[in-house]
Nanobody
Framework: HVQLVEAGGGLVQSGGSLRLSCATA????????MGWYLQPPGNQRELVAG????????NYADSVKGRFTISRGSAKNTVNLQMNSLKVEDTGVYYC???????????WGKGTLVTVSS
């Protein structure tokens, strides 16, 4: 299991910004892709942003297009999620995902809570 550690969650007012980071125990080049998933209270976990490590192609859920940006960090083992114009419906636990690796495995962090107040 590869350890992923998320950071940057917190409480923010609607319209505000937060920057999440995901640090891996190995270089992100070990993975095909990385992504951020949101699990709102009482709902399922869904992909909000993803990035293909080799090439940098990104994809976003329709609900966050134009507001969120996923990017590789300056360090070789981090991926960030810049979240702007936050809405109440962006509230939930954000999980970092990495994979598949060379063994075909996906890896998850423990999540970081984002709360957007009205």
């Amino acid at each position: 299991h590869v350890q992923l550690v998320e950071a940057g969650g917190g409480l923010v007012q609607s319209g505000g910004s937060l920057r999440l980071s995901c640090a891996t125990a190995r270089s992100i080049l070990a993975f095909h892709a990385m992504g951020w998933y949101l699990q709102p209270p009482g709902n399922q976990r869904e992909l909000v942003a993803g990035i293909i490590i080799n090439g940098g192609r990104t994809n976003y859920a329709d609900s966050v297009k134009g507001r969120f940006t996923i990017s590789r960090g300056s360090a070789k083992n981090t991926v960030n999620l810049q979240m702007n114009s936050l809405k109440v419906e962006d509230t939930g636990v954000y999980y970092c995902n990495a994979g598949p690796d060379s063994y075909g495995l996906d890896h998850w962090g423990k999540g970081t809570l984002v709360t957007v107040s009205s």
